[in-house]
């Protein structure tokens, strides 16, 4: 990796810890019809609401043209995990 593209990724990692970690999720749910209109967004995310009040959703890219889904893996069922779009 190019030194530019560390520091880049730096920044960006300590971004995220800055604002993820320790934060717990209290709730989990589907954008209302409300925010996707505001967002001029075709689908509605899965919004995850932290213990702090933030509420961080996927967006199809860093432009914010459209949702995205969530994937992952659970450590407890060893299953691929999908949160898509609707």
């Known amino acids: 990796m190019a030194r530019n593209e560390n520091?880049?990724?730096k920044r960006c990692e300590e971004y995220?810890?800055?604002h993820l970690v320790g934060r717990r999720?209290?709730?989990a749910r589907y954008m209302t019809p409300?925010?996707?209109?505001?967002l001029m967004w075709?689908?509605?995310a899965l919004v995850l609401v932290l213990d702090d009040g933030t509420a961080i959703y996927p967006q199809c890219d860093d432009e914010g043209?459209?949702?995205g889904a969530l994937a992952g893996v659970?450590?407890?069922?060893?299953e691929?995990?999908?949160f898509g779009c609707i």
């Open 80 to 82: 691929d995990l999908l």
């Open 65 to 67: 043209n459209d949702a």
């Open 42 to 44: 075709n689908r509605a």
């Open 25 to 27: 999720i209290v709730a």
């Open 7 to 9: 520091a880049i990724r």
């Open 16 to 18: 995220a810890a800055q």
């Open 74 to 78: 659970s450590t407890v069922k060893d």
């Open 34 to 38: 409300d925010e996707v209109k505001a």
